[in-house]
């Protein structure tokens, strides 16, 4: 079996965020950036299912510029077994990536993709669906729970979904395409073994335009502003005045 | 000075078995917003089983036409099925721009629905703008903490919008006429099945749907004591119960409770946080509450730097004086 896990660097999520002064994105000087939180579950989820089923692949995969190196290193010594970064410097969007990650697909023939269902950076929560529907196959987004193959259905993946409702069970055939949410597992963490051993570990480089992908994206950020705060209030001392204050002042209850 | 083309706009709505989902009126406000300002027309597109009663409550809002696709190979919202069918009526239609309000519901189809139509897509917009001969959105980013304003290249737009950023729009009279969706089953994908949905706790609002959203935090040690407070409140308060991911981590609430970054963004009139400590990722979902409350035994918990009334205190002496009292009243 094969897996394909994309990790995406993203600012830490406990960094806070600066903006550059014009707004034009980001201000990275001091950021220390990591491999996007849910991405990690997925990769850790991957990791686990060959702990269980035994010969498995792990082919972890980064779209980006040189530095990404980090992030897919992080990753091998999590225990993938190999690493292809797809070298590209300018911005992209969701679609893009999923038609990258389209172009993965088709070479390397994976029976699943797992990925984070979200980046921290933009939220944006679309690639992974994209590359279900480019490649026509299913999708079980923000799982909390996964069962593959076994028993009766070996061509398929049981999996818990995380929705509004509350959880949903839903099956899916394989290949298919499968985001993390967070209560999936807990990634583990980096040994120094593993460090070592990544390092032996191959990475390949390639291009969009070596895949044959024309990544323009459709969306274009214009300007980056930080978000209106919310302000401290007032305290009150006492359950009798913080229900004074809801009902005469805030009269919201 | 150039301004964008009339648009042809189509809304997906989203019910839950045949409820209509209230916050799909904000996703209505934002089509007719921009149909005012561009002199097009919106459709609202329903998909399910049974789902007369959600084309009825859809009916005065203005839409052109209330498309309606009422089949069982539809009861349950599988994103391979659902996305081809929207993808279709959107060529069938002409639609220029294809939105819903953000949910899971929405999130999990419309991205597929975007790469079927070889779209961009946005998620998360607060605003939209026409500019020249086209569009701006605004879109929330890094936890809410950073607003994007970001344009869409392409024939057809497709975007999801947060509820708290339109106003549910006035019912505008005459019924939208109701057009049936031919739904052919054989056609459809089926690669994903649906197998079983949890029962939910009855009898209390959804968080994204309350006027009050009383949330509780790691201050609570069992589920039975949340239940008893934060749930004993919520009910005195007629409101909806939330969490922080603390306590979905810990296993003392279940995940659909879970309030921020990465679980439900709310926007009711009073936020009432119980023992929370307000990490910048679940203050990310209640941004946009009208009053943020709070309680917490820590007086520099950073809850009450966004806190409009903050009480210093233990919420297990605090939340029983305020049921007891609010209860009398």
């Known amino acids: 079996m094969k897996i394909l896990v994309p990790l995406k660097r993203v600012p830490d999520p406990d960094t806070k965020i600066r903006l550059k002064a014009d707004g034009s994105g980001i201000d990275a000087d001091g950021v220390k950036f990591s491999i996007n939180p849910f991405d990690a579950i997925a990769l850790e989820e991957a990791l686990q299912q060959r702990d269980q089923i035994g010969a498995v692949e792990i082919l972890v995969v980064s779209i980006g510029p040189a530095d990404c190196q980090e992030q897919l290193r992080a990753g091998m010594a999590m225990g993938a077994d190999r690493a292809l970064l797809v070298r590209h410097d300018a911005e992209l969007d969701s679609l893009a990536i999923a038609k990258i990650l389209e172009a993965i697909y088709r070479r390397e023939q994976p029976d699943l993709v797992l990925m984070g269902k979200q980046a921290i950076d933009d939220d944006s929560n679309q690639a992974g669906q994209m590359l279900a529907a480019l490649l026509g196959i299913g999708q079980a987004t923000f799982i909390s729970k996964l069962g593959l193959g076994g028993g009766e259905n070996p061509s398929k993946a049981t999996c818990c979904r995380e929705t509004d409702a509350g959880l949903e069970t839903i099956e899916v055939t394989l290949p298919a395409i499968l985001t993390a949410d967070l209560r999936l597992n807990e990634p583990r963490y980096v040994t120094a073994l593993g460090i070592m051993k990544a390092k032996k570990k191959p990475l390949e480089e390639t291009t969009a335009g070596e895949l044959g992908v024309d990544p323009a994206p459709r969306t274009r950020v214009l300007k980056l502003a930080a978000a209106p705060g919310r302000k401290a209030g007032v305290r009150v001392k006492t359950v009798d005045e913080l229900i004074q204050k809801l009902r005469d002042e805030a009269r919201v209850i | ?329």
Not at chain 2, 77 to 90: N, R, S, T
Not at chain 2, 126 to 142: I, L, N, Q, S, W
Not at chain 2, 190 to 203: D, I, K
């Open chain 2, 1 to 329: 000075m150039n301004s964008p083309n009339p648009q042809n706009v189509l809304v997906i709505a989203e019910h839950d078995e045949g409820q209509l989902k209230l916050t799909t009126l904000a996703a209505v406000a934002c089509a007719k917003q921009i149909c005012a300002d561009t002199g097009g027309s919106f459709d609202i597109l329903i998909l399910g089983e049974s789902i007369g009663p959600v084309a009825e409550a859809l009916q005065d809002y203005g839409a052109a036409d209330l498309l309606v696709g009422d089949h069982a190979a539809l009861k349950h919202p599988l994103a391979d099925k659902y996305a081809q069918v929207i993808a279709e009526q959107a060529k069938a239609r002409g639609a220029t721009m294809l939105l819903a309000t953000a949910s899971t519901f929405s999130k999990d189809i419309l991205p597929r629905v975007a790469a079927l139509l070889d779209a961009g897509m946005l998620g998360d917009v607060t605003a939209v703008a026409p500019e020249g001969d086209d569009f701006t959105f605004h879109r929330v980013m890094y936890a809410g903490n950073v607003i994007a304003t970001v344009t869409l290249a392409g024939p057809v737009k497709v975007f999801t919008v947060r509820a708290a950023a339109f106003s549910a729009p006035e019912k505008a009279g005459a019924g939208s006429p109701i057009v049936s969706v031919e739904v052919g089953p054989e056609s459809l994908p089926h690669q994903m099945e649906f197998v079983s949905r949890e029962e939910r706790p009855a009898g209390r609002p959804d968080s994204t749907e309350a006027r009050i959203v009383v949330s509780g935090g790691r201050a609570f040690k069992n589920a039975e004591d949340f239940e008893k407070l934060v749930g004993g409140l919520a009910d005195v308060l007629g409101g909806a119960v939330g969490s922080s991911r603390a306590l979905v981590d810990s296993g003392i609430t279940p995940n659909s409770l879970q309030i921020g970054q990465t679980g439900k963004v709310v926007a009711p009139e009073l936020y009432l946080g119980l023992g929370i400590s307000g990490a910048i990722q679940h203050l990310a979902g209640i941004k946009d509450a009208k009053i943020v409350a709070a309680v917490n035994q820590d007086p520099e918990a950073p809850i009450f730097e966004v806190a409009d009334y903050g009480l210093v205190g233990d919420v297990y002496q605090v939340v029983p004086e305020l049921i007891q009292k609010l209860k009398k009243a």
